[in-house]
Nanobody, 121 residues
């Protein structure tokens, strides 16, 4: 069992940066692949980025590739999402999630409560 708690998001101007973090409970955090997803108003939840348990593999959606960076610190039971060059279309509720096995593909088993990120133009 893993419990996930995202940091507070926020309001940022277009072109700005924001870092989200997600703290996980449990002693087996290092066993889980971690992912970030987002859901904009009126849209389905979409994949953003994912990272393997060892940080050896990372994956990004085309829409954020080159702008966002996912990383993790297993000693701190925390995964991060560094978001640079933010655009208004990045506005969404962001969720972190955890699963056993490869970061992609597959269904994530554990989810955080979500945090709002708003990018103003």
């Amino acid at each position: 069992q893993v419990q996930l708690v995202e940091s507070r998001g926020g309001l940022v101007q277009a072109g700005g940066s924001l870092r989200l973090s997600c703290a996980a409970s449990g002693r087996t955090f290092s066993s889980y692949a971690m992912g970030w997803f987002r859901q904009a108003p009126g849209k389905e939840r979409d994949f953003v980025a994912a990272i393997s348990w060892s940080s050896g593999s990372t994956y990004y959606s085309d829409s954020v590739k080159g702008r966002f960076t996912i990383s993790r610190d297993n000693a701190k039971n925390t995964v991060y999402l560094q978001m640079n060059s933010l655009k208004p279309e990045d506005t969404a509720v962001y969720y972190c999630a955890a699963k056993i096995g490869s970061p992609v593909p597959g269904t994530y088993d554990y989810w955080g409560q979500g945090t709002q990120v708003t990018v103003s133009s």
